[in-house]
C-alpha cells in the first residue's frame, strides 16, 4: 500500500479515479495529473532515449520533463493537465 502523501487538513474536490497505465489511481477534482501521480508514488514518467529516468522537474510547465500520454494524446505536460474522472495515463517510464 502507497503511504498518503496528500495532506490530510487540506480541502480537497470530489474523489474521482483516473487510470494509469492500467492501475486504477485515487485522484480529486481540481489536481494535476502530477499531483495525483506524486501522491500515488509514481515519480518515474518517461525516459530519454538514452535511458536516463525522468520525473517532474520545474512543476510549472516550462522543462517539459514530465511528459505523458492522455487520452491516448502524447506528450501532455502532466504538471499543467488537470485530472477528470475516468482519465487515461501512461508513463513511458
Do not use: W
Not at 7 to 36: D, F, L, M, W, Y
Request: net charge positive; glycine share 10%; charged share 15%.
Amino acid at each position: 500500500m502507497t503511504p498518503q502523501l496528500r495532506i490530510p487538513s487540506t480541502a480537497r474536490g470530489k474523489q474521482i479515479t483516473i487510470t494509469v497505465n492500467g492501475i486504477p489511481v485515487t485522484a480529486h477534482e481540481g489536481e494535476t495529473v502530477h499531483a495525483a501521480l506524486t501522491a500515488a508514488g509514481i515519480y518515474l514518467l518517461r525516459q530519454t532515449l538514452s535511458g536516463e529516468a525522468r520525473g517532474a522537474f520545474c512543476g510549472m510547465g516550462l522543462c517539459y520533463e514530465c511528459l505523458v500520454t492522455v487520452n491516448h494524446i502524447p506528450d501532455q505536460r502532466a504538471c499543467m493537465t488537470v485530472v477528470q474522472d475516468g482519465m487515461k495515463i501512461r508513463t513511458h517510464g
